[in-house]
């Protein structure tokens, strides 16, 4: 079966340019995750969405970041007036809607290959 | 802040050996440790996972250890391979949140 896919899987841009960032997560999982993951250091929880809504989005940095899953699949994470300081690969996840506490699984996240994003 | 502290940066074992990696925590809401396994150019994969009523979880070559008071868990590799060669990281997660706090990694590489 398919995994999370991402695309593009590298985005150049310069300073200053928008930029979108897209992910399809696995096909029934309700719940979707955006990840930054800087160079040499673990991923950095974004936003967090369950269904169509954002349920947490205390992890972006700022207003410049922006995220949406309009019909509760596909999502796409904006980022206005990028900066150098952006630069890093972008991560998403997806998990399926359960009860959280039964299961081995725990709701485990499955991983994208993610996004490189340079900003120039 | 750093929630979840990792150790070491890097680690190199040779085949056969034992890997440990080591992570501390400070939010005592965290109830759910996993640890991923990540290749270069690839998002994070869970290799095993535990809650913290539990003090040990083995799946296959996998151990984590998990000591409730000091806060702490580890990542025991048996046997190590060269394939075994990644970026390992620990995570939490509290039980009212949604998201994983990961350390910082390990990056392991087993010489053949």
């Known amino acids: 079966g398919a995994g999370v896919s991402q695309t593009p899987s590298n985005k150049v841009t310069e300073k200053g340019k928008y930029v979108e960032l897209r992910c399809d997560p696995i096909s029934g999982h309700t719940a979707l995750y955006w990840y930054r993951q800087s160079l040499g250091q673990g991923p950095e929880f974004l936003i967090y969405?369950?269904?169509?809504?954002?349920?947490?989005d205390s992890g972006l940095p700022n207003d410049r970041f922006f995220a949406v899953r309009p019909e509760g699949s596909v999502s796409t994470l904006k980022i206005q007036r990028t900066e150098r300081g952006d630069s890093a690969v972008y991560l998403c996840?997806?998990?399926?809607?359960?009860?959280?506490?039964?299961?081995?699984?725990?709701?485990?996240?499955?991983f994208g290959p993610g996004t490189r994003l340079t900003v120039l | 802040q750093q929630q979840v502290k990792q150790s070491p940066q890097s680690l190199i074992v040779q085949k056969g050996g034992i890997s440990i990696i080591n992570c501390a925590y400070e939010n005592t809401a965290f109830d759910y440790f996993p640890w991923y396994q990540q290749f270069p150019g690839k998002g994070p994969a869970l290799l095993i996972a535990i809650r913290p009523d539990v003090s040990e979880k083995k799946e296959g070559r996998f151990t984590i250890s998990f000591n409730k008071s000091a806060k702490q868990f580890s990542l025991h590799i048996m046997d190590s391979q060269p394939g075994d060669s990644a970026t390992y990281f620990c995570?939490?997660?509290?039980?009212?949140?949604?998201?994983?706090?990961f350390g910082s990694g390990t990056q392991l590489t087993v010489l053949p």
């Open positions: 996840a997806s998990s399926s809607q359960g009860s959280g506490t039964s299961g081995s699984s725990y709701n485990e996240q499955f």
């Open positions: 969405f369950q269904g169509t809504g954002a349920a947490d």
């Open positions: 995570a939490a997660r509290e039980g009212s949140a949604r998201q994983l706090t």
